[in-house]
């Protein structure tokens, strides 16, 4: 009897560091949709019957947080937004049993880009944080915004192409602006020499502006986000 016991406590331990090392674990991944600028939606739940929260651009990298056999629950690196997305939609890069680092993305003094669910929709600007507000024009996917405030799920934005502030709603933003790197430079933890590197970002290759600042701007490459210096990057 002692003998079974035992062995009993001795699977118990072996599957509870099984069972640990499988949780530790990242799963990330990137959206892969049949059109080159296609995207796909964003669900409060793992169901096509459960309202859309947002969308998910083609290319855009995730960590997988559940995955089932036709929905996986993910995490957008861009925005921080957490949703369900259909499985057939999410191609599987690596398993890794170090979690990327993450930090949460500004919102107001950020940068974005509208980001819609068809090439050719648009989305509203107001003069205030509602749908009750006047609408003063629409802008399409890809515009660039810098984000000045925000309310709710609503953002006041400044729209450089068109000279105006106004408001839209947060769910058709995606943080961030595509760039490139202008140099060699080191992505770090802070914005200043001082953080500690996590890794290096070769010249040419691209990387999303969240937030700029003086001198240094909070950006996400790869898996990864943190902050580089503005010498080393322009906006594509």
Request: glycine share 10%; proline share 5%.
């Amino acid at each position: 009897m002692k003998r079974k016991l035992s062995l009993l406590i001795v699977l118990c331990l072996v599957l509870s560091a099984f069972a640990s090392f499988a949780l530790a674990d990242t799963v990330t991944g990137y959206i892969k949709t049949p059109a080159y600028d296609g995207s796909v939606n964003i669900r409060s739940q793992g169901s096509a019957k459960y309202p859309i929260i947002g969308w998910a651009k083609n290319g855009a990298q995730v960590e997988i947080l559940y995955q089932g056999n036709y929905w996986h629950k993910v995490r957008l690196f861009s925005s921080g937004k957490v949703g369900w997305v259909y499985a057939k939609y999410v191609q599987i890069t690596s398993y890794s049993p170090d979690p990327a680092p993450y930090t949460p993305v500004p919102v107001d003094g950020g940068t974005a880009t509208v980001a819609t669910r068809y090439p050719n929709s648009t989305v509203n600007l107001r003069t205030g944080p509602g749908t009750d507000y006047a609408v003063v024009g629409a802008v399409g996917r890809g515009t660039s915004l810098s984000i000045l405030a925000s309310q709710g799920n609503w953002c006041q934005v400044y729209v450089p192409a068109r000279g105006i502030t106004a408001w839209i709603s947060r769910n058709y933003l995606s943080m961030g602006m595509n760039a490139v790197a202008t140099g060699d430079v080191n992505l770090r933890t802070g914005p200043s020499k001082d953080y500690p590197r996590i890794t290096v970002i070769k010249k040419g290759q691209a990387v999303t502006v969240l937030s700029q600042g003086s001198g240094w701007s909070q950006v996400s490459f790869g898996n990864y986000t943190g902050y580089i210096s503005n010498k080393y990057w322009a906006y594509r």
